[in-house]
């Protein structure tokens, strides 16, 4: 007898135009942006601040540096670093290294020779792009101490027309070539006649490799593959309603999955635009979704709060932009409400993982997520199609626990990887029988809809209770003088460990609301156990560049203020 799970009672909430199950293909990443280019080669691909580049122009961009990718000895399979911000070079490389059957590996441009040292060597890559501002703050001799061959460096500007003025954002920038690397400008020229013979690309075939974090060890490559990301570039697009019209906002970093899945994959899939803009700045984020006309976008719900809480968010003509999902973090209620009431946009809520290629539960457009009655979360959406996901027990996760009992989020479908690079013993544990154990605590109601509560590592024991910090958070986002707020446990001689808020106020707000008001405000709304027993005011919660809160920095800051306070 099939479980509850296996039933599905949520493709009852799809839309019309969702199918149950969208149709497996042979279709690729790779495949989906050159066809893309093949039958609108004059579309806008990318808007790069005010200008324009089309498919056509990023695909020959492409068949360029690919052959440059041939002649410095990339093969199918191989590896090839991006260091990049979300510039129009990260779409270049990409297909490039794709047209050559080379597998992406995405870092944050913010890591440093010791964090890029063990990514280049996990990986066994054989070229480094990055940006020349990215290289001058490097000493590239780490590389020595890696299998790269060739560095090759582009500039932020070099996408701009000729005597353009810069945005303020690359104010003070110059092209500054760096000794010791290729150019890819010069790559272009020197290859401009291009041309790459495809080698045979499958869905089975691994696109990028995305490094996680991991809740232990050191971080591991999940392998997304074509196949992956063809699929959820499909679910974006009927979940979303993805038409001709619409105008993807590349809020999201290209290195992270959402900005690979939900921007660029989208986009390519669809034919339509993706507004890069280097990196988040709430104000030009304002300015371009009015200029582009922007439509759709996944972004952090810290994005969200910033555009919130930036002047021009009123000044800004926003009402195209209907599909305003939000992913990556919990999202609280109160949150939604006001970025609502001031803007007339509601956020849909998204949740997914870099081993589910982004999303894996989703809010159907047009659709309202429901509240959970009992702790007041914001449902993360729906599953996708074509997959089945279950609650299990959290002691063992062998255990199917029944609708609206708690315990870990797992996963299987067409969106899940097929493992993380060169670690099968951590492939072992996190996938299961084509189950992906998330790490994540949610569960499902009757109709449905599932409720993301937190992760298992940050859940708190305060005098035997177990608390889920979202849940703290929810209440203390309703106080009107909050911005940000991150709940953490701390050590505690008598209840063993107890809640510690971090909140960030509004502008205006400074000194005007203390920490006693904030805990005598949980008070009054959460059980004695649960309210934060110590509140500590910041200018900001320290958080990833794709906006997850950095709960363990928190921790950290708490310990060495505790050290101090004794010694």
Not at 22 to 49: C, Q, W
Not at 323 to 352: C, D, H, M, R, W
Request: negative net charge; proline residues 6%.
């Amino acid at each position: 007898m099939a479980s509850v799970y296996e039933k599905r009672p949520w493709l009852k909430h799809y839309p019309a135009w969702v199918p149950h199950d969208l149709e497996i293909t042979r279709d690729t990443a790779m495949g989906d942006f050159f066809e893309s280019a093949t039958h609108k080669p004059e579309a806008a691909a990318v808007f790069y601040f005010d200008h324009a580049l089309s498919y056509g122009d990023i695909a020959r961009y492409a068949d360029s540096l690919g052959a440059a990718l041939r002649d410095l000895g990339v093969r199918k399979g191989d590896r090839l670093i991006i260091v990049l911000q979300n510039v129009p070079q990260f779409l270049i490389a990409t297909y490039a290294a794709w047209k050559l059957g080379a597998i992406v590996v995405p870092l944050n441009p913010m890591y440093k020779e010791k964090e890029l040292t063990y990514f280049c060597q996990d990986s066994g890559a054989k070229i480094f792009v990055t940006l020349e501002e990215v290289a001058r703050g490097l000493d590239l001799a780490f590389l020595k101490e890696t299998a790269v061959e060739k560095v090759i460096t582009s500039s932020a500007l070099d996408f701009l027309p000729k005597g353009a003025e810069p945005s303020s954002m690359l104010g003070g920038m110059k092209k500054e070539r760096i000794p010791g690397t290729l150019d890819m400008l010069d790559l272009f020229e020197t290859y401009r006649k291009g041309g790459v013979e495809i080698p045979s690309l499958g869905p089975e075939d691994v696109a990028y490799l995305t490094y996680t974090s991991g809740t232990t060890g050191p971080p591991k490559g999940a392998m997304n593959t074509h196949g992956n990301i063809a699929f959820n570039a499909r679910v974006y697009r009927a979940m979303q309603k993805i038409e001709e019209r619409d105008v993807v906002l590349g809020v999201a970093p290209l290195f992270h999955v959402t900005g690979e899945v939900a921007h660029l994959a989208v986009a390519a899939l669809a034919g339509i635009p993706v507004v890069l803009f280097y990196r988040f700045d709430p104000g030009e984020a304002l300015r371009l979704i009015e200029r582009w006309k922007v439509t759709v976008t996944v972004a952090s719900i810290t994005v969200y709060i910033a555009l919130m809480n930036h002047p021009d968010i009123q000044k800004r003509n926003l009402s195209g932009f209907t599909k305003a999902y939000s992913g990556g973090a919990p999202v609280s209620e109160a949150i939604v409400n006001q970025f609502e009431k001031l803007t007339g946009l509601y956020l849909y809520n998204v949740y997914g993982m870099t081993e589910t290629n982004s999303p894996s539960h989703i809010t159907p457009w047009k659709k309202r997520a429901p509240v959970d009655k009992e702790s007041g979360a914001l449902s993360v959406g729906v599953p996708v199609p074509n997959c089945v996901m279950k609650i299990m027990d959290l002691e063992e996760g062998t255990q199917e626990l029944p609708a609206g009992e708690v315990g870990e989020i797992v996963d299987s479908g067409p969106i899940v990887i097929p493992g993380y690079w060169q670690k099968p013993e951590e492939t072992r544990h996190a996938i299961r029988n084509g189950w992906l154990f998330t790490g994540d605590v949610g569960k499902m109601d009757d109709e449905g809809w599932f409720y993301l509560v937190d992760r298992k590592k940050d859940m708190i024991v305060a005098s035997g209770y177990k608390v889920w910090p979202r849940d703290v958070e929810d209440v203390i986002y309703q106080h009107p003088g909050v911005k940000e707020t991150a709940v953490v446990g701390v050590p505690d001689p008598y209840r063993g460990e107890t809640v510690k808020a971090f909140v960030a106020l509004k502008d205006g707000m400074e000194g005007t609301v203390t920490p006693e008001d904030i805990i005598a405000f949980c008070k009054e709304r959460m059980a004695a156990y649960k309210y934060p027993r110590q509140v500590e005011i910041v200018s900001e919660i320290p958080k990833t560049l794709t906006g997850k809160f950095l709960r363990r920095t928190l921790r950290e800051k708490d310990q060495s203020h505790s050290q101090k306070n004794k010694g």
